[in-house]
């Protein structure tokens, strides 16, 4: 079965310093990847994937993930955050293979992020 | 940009009662999808279809649900017989290709559908 944490239920950063929101996954083969972000009384948009190649993938609004194969972890970031990106984020993970469960994403719980002006 | 809608935005209903939610997804997607998201809970998988029928669904996705594409743009969920625990954000999402080639193609959410059972 796949499985996606996200140790934070909440992270503050003041508006223009870095952030970090952290994702670990679990999934049998190689995974594909995804961040989305939902905004109160929103849908889910999506930020960015990984598929394969470049561990870095940058998505939309400035927001890039680096994929770390070892430590099973799709970390979301951005080099200098807006009080405009607090949201609620989640990280998903679906499987590659194309037995059971491959359509299905699965999500973290989310992690709320709050930039503080 | 194309986005995927939902209607109602809310919905109300008595336990017991029967629903419909429907979706209109984006235009040129294949393959459409069901989660939900209990409050203060992960957004869940329920089921996934393609070409008229479903390709995958969850334990949750038991007979009292059922999905249908009644026309080339609606996709409904029902739920039968609403209960309590099925309160809940409904979000309905589409992707332009589910497994092909082994891409991994991004599916797109709609805003949701509050269901509130009393």
């Known amino acids: 079965a796949q499985s996606v944490a996200q140790p934070e239920d909440q992270v503050n950063v003041a508006e223009g310093n870095p952030l970090t929101v952290k994702c670990t996954y679990s999934?049998?083969?190689?995974?594909?990847l995804f961040w989305y972000v939902q905004y109160p009384n929103r849908g889910l948009q999506f930020l960015l994937k990984y598929i394969t190649g470049d561990n870095l993938v940058k998505g939309s609004y400035g927001f890039e993930a680096e994929f770390n194969k070892s430590q099973t972890s799709f970390h979301l970031k951005k080099p200098s955050a807006l009080v405009s990106d607090s949201a609620l984020y989640f990280c998903a993970v679906r499987a590659r293979n194309s037995g059971a469960g491959s359509y299905q994403l699965t999500f973290g719980k989310g992690t709320k992020l709050s930039v503080i002006p | 940009e194309p986005e995927v809608t939902q209607t109602p935005s809310h919905q109300v209903t008595q336990m017991g009662q029967e629903v419909i939610l429907r979706c209109v997804p984006i235009s040129n997607h294949l393959y459409f999808y069901w989660y939900r998201q209990i409050l203060g809970q992960k957004v869940e998988f329920l089921v996934s279809f393609y070409n008229n029928e479903i390709s995958e669904k969850s334990e949750i996705f038991d007979d009292q649900f059922s999905v249908e594409r009644p026309d080339g743009s609606n996709f409904t969920l029902k739920i039968r017989s609403t209960k309590l625990e099925d309160s809940a954000m409904y979000f309905c999402?589409?992707?332009?290709?589910?497994?092909?080639?082994?891409?991994?193609?991004?599916?797109?959410f709609g805003p949701g559908t509050r269901l509130t059972v009393l």
């Open positions: 999402a589409s992707s332009l290709y589910g497994l092909a080639g082994g891409r991994a193609d991004t599916q797109y």
């Open positions: 999934v049998s083969g190689n995974p594909y």
